[in-house]
């Protein structure tokens, strides 16, 4: 039980460091994308981390889509569909990466 407390403790730490910059509202997983919506700008090129509780990887955005056309920035508050390279889920957020 020890253990369990002291992750759980770990993990508040570290997310309570920095905060969101997204959620993922969708995901589409026959395309591997996943639906976003941000809480500030986010450019292609920008490096991003997703965390969830089974979720937990970082990628480069690569491409972005509003309302199916390609777009350089994801505007905030807009939700934007990515190309992602792991499963994500409703409710995963999206940090920047370090």
Do not use: C, W
Request: net charge positive; no cysteine; proline share 5%.
């Amino acid at each position: 039980m020890p253990n369990a407390k002291t992750k759980k403790g770990a993990s508040a730490v570290k997310t309570a460091k920095q905060k969101p910059i997204g959620t993922v509202t969708h995901y589409y997983g026959g395309l591997g994308v996943a639906i976003m919506k941000f809480s500030k700008p986010v450019t292609t090129g920008t490096r991003v981390r997703f965390e969830g509780a089974t979720t937990a990887f970082s990628q480069t955005v690569s491409s972005l889509e509003y309302d199916h056309k390609p777009i350089d920035v994801a505007p905030k508050g807009k939700e934007v569909g990515m190309k992602v390279e792991d499963k994500v889920r409703e409710g995963d957020h999206v940090y920047a990466a370090d």
